[in-house]
């Protein structure tokens, strides 16, 4: 089993809905839970961290984090064209960092 | 206020060749890295630096060298290129407290090897 999983999509949504991305792992040493933006030939810039469990909300974002079924969400409401990129999701135990694939997501005008 | 910089933006080699590619950041992070991105694979992280003085191997570490030169400053370097190695490089340093976290991530450079 991979230590992190991400569906790479593609997932189209029409603007305005509520976007949800996820990410499942198993090694259960995770404590910083990231998620990055990565729009088309460009670095991946962090969008959101959580230190341990729970939730973190900034804006439209919504981070979640649930350890005990070592699942972490991304939601994004009221979703707009500009939010087109890929999301990965990634996380730290010690000094190692490990990303997921990544999902595409498109939001549809 | 630049973040992290690479140098170059794009680079071809042929097979054999050797290069090193650059990287800074004016942050003052502890920790730097490099990482590979290939399509369908994601970040597969090549080197780490936790502080300066030190690197360890990341996942995917084969035909690549760093160095740690100074705080800012953190090179990889490829000695024989081979055509495997086609791929976008990104370099990101980072710094971590208790319950804060940030990184960035450099523009990426495109490197061909024919």
């Known amino acids: 089993q991979k230590e992190v999983e991400q569906d790479p999509g593609p997932l189209s949504v029409p603007e305005g809905a509520i976007v949800s991305l996820n990410c499942t792992y198993s090694?259960?040493?995770?404590?910083?839970f990231m998620w990055y933006r990565q729009y088309s030939r460009k670095g991946p810039e962090l969008l959101m961290y959580?230190?341990?469990?729970g939730n973190k909300e900034d804006g439209r974002f919504t981070a979640q984090v649930d350890k005990s079924s070592k699942y972490i969400s991304l939601f994004i409401r009221d979703s707009q064209p500009s939010d087109s990129a890929t999301y990965l999701c990634?996380?730290?135990?010690?000094?190692?960092?490990?990303f997921g694939k990544g999902t595409r997501l498109h939001i549809l005008p | 206020n630049a973040g992290v910089t690479q140098t170059p933006k794009f680079q071809v080699l042929k097979t054999g060749q050797s290069m090193t590619l650059q990287c800074a950041q004016d942050?003052?992070?502890?920790?730097m890295y490099w990482y590979r991105q290939d399509p369908g694979m994601g970040l597969r992280l090549i080197y780490y630096?936790?502080?300066?003085?030190?690197?360890d191997k990341g996942e995917v570490p084969n035909g690549y060298n760093v160095s740690r030169l100074n705080k800012r400053e953190f090179s990889l370097r490829l000695e024989s290129a081979a055509p495997s190695q086609t791929s976008v490089y990104f370099c990101?340093?980072?710094?971590?407290?208790?319950?804060?976290?940030?990184?960035?991530f450099g523009p990426g450079t495109r490197l061909t090897v024919t």
């Open positions: 990101a340093s980072s710094a971590r407290a208790l319950s804060s976290y940030e990184q960035y």
């Open positions: 959580t230190y341990s469990s």
């Open positions: 942050m003052n992070h502890n920790s």
């Open positions: 630096s936790a502080s300066e003085g030190t690197t």
């Open positions: 090694n259960s040493a995770f404590q910083y």
């Open positions: 990634a996380m730290i135990s010690g000094d190692k960092i490990i």
